[in-house]
């Protein structure tokens, strides 16, 4: 059971871990991997009633409450999935606890709780793209701009050929005003991304508007158009 989930096969690991629960209903391993395989085959209902029996025994088990919050999280349902995501957290307080935490937070609209804990995922894990990302979502929603600029530069620290980044950055330097930075941030794009149809957009208004500079603006149009051609603009 635990190969064929392992490499996705999840029918034939769903035969296999019940074959296995027929014949000694007490491995609990057992019905946590089952929950685990009916999580992943979008069967929600049937993972709880799996998960529940492990954890009934075995209530500070990681992988349990890991998937009870997670699927419950799924179902909507706030106060079990934040419950059981908070116990993980008690039981493994690492950067993928917090992160997960966090989304979980986001999801019921809970910002603030959502930011303390990507926060927290980032000094256990510095390199957590994921949580730079999730940040810079959350400031941009909330109109907090220098921390999306942050955010999202610290995302291009690490991974120099994020495309989101450079757009996110790009954008809100636009939107705060700050042109020429923009005009650096998205021509760097270009050089990693020069088939991004958005970024020669934006330099043909930057290069029209804003340094009324023709050619230049007319090469970025030029290009935008042969990208996107059915656009309405």
Known sequence: GQVYAHSKNYAKGFGAVSKAIALNPKILEAYELLGKIQFEQG????AILAINKVLKAYPNRLVANDIAGKTYLLLNDKERALSYLKKRVLISPDFASYNDLGSAYAHFGQLEEAKVNWEKSLELNPHLIQAYMNLGRV???????PKVIYYNQKIIDYEPDNLNAYINLGNTQLLLGKVDSAKATYETALLKHPEVAGIHK???IIYFQKNKNMSKAKSHFQKYLRLS????D
């Open 139 to 145: 400031y941009l929603k909330t109109k907090n701009y």
């Open 229 to 232: 051609p059915n656009q309405p």
């Open 43 to 46: 069967k929600y209902e049937e």
């Open 202 to 204: 934006n330099l043909g």
